[in-house]
């Protein structure tokens, strides 16, 4: 129901950079709005957990962990977010899911994933 068009992940060391796309799609967005986009990680062995997310006006959230190294922002298509990854550690390697929340939908829509490594 939701087509999603993620890129951007790949290795990085340390202290490098990184920026992910993700664009969604789909005919059910003639019927729901977009209420947040944005991306959770999943590290081996551990739980998924949000890293960033925008809301339908310019609300931003963040993981702390995140904080000041990472900004989410929209881009000029519709539906279409960017995560700008800075200062990159060792501990944001992590397969990198693209989300949507449509209004009035219980479950998020999620993208493949794309996997970010940073590492030297």
């Known amino acids: 129901q939701v087509h999603f068009v993620e890129s951007g992940g790949g290795l990085v060391q340390p202290g490098g950079s990184l920026r992910l796309s993700c664009a969604a799609s789909?005919?059910?967005?003639?019927?729901?709005?977009?209420?947040?986009m944005g991306w959770y990680r999943q590290a081996p062995g551990k739980q998924r957990e949000l890293v960033a997310r925008?809301?339908?006006?310019?609300?931003?959230n963040y993981a702390d962990s995140v904080k000041g190294r990472f900004t989410i922002f929209r881009g000029n298509a519709k539906n279409t977010v960017y995560l700008q990854m800075n200062s990159l550690k060792p501990e944001d390697t992590a397969v990198y899911y693209c989300y949507a929340a449509l209004t009035s939908q219980l479950d998020n829509y999620w993208g493949q994933g794309t996997q970010v490594t940073v590492s030297s």
């Open positions: 789909g005919s059910i967005f003639s019927i729901y709005s977009m209420d947040a």
């Open positions: 925008i809301k339908s006006g310019t609300s931003t």
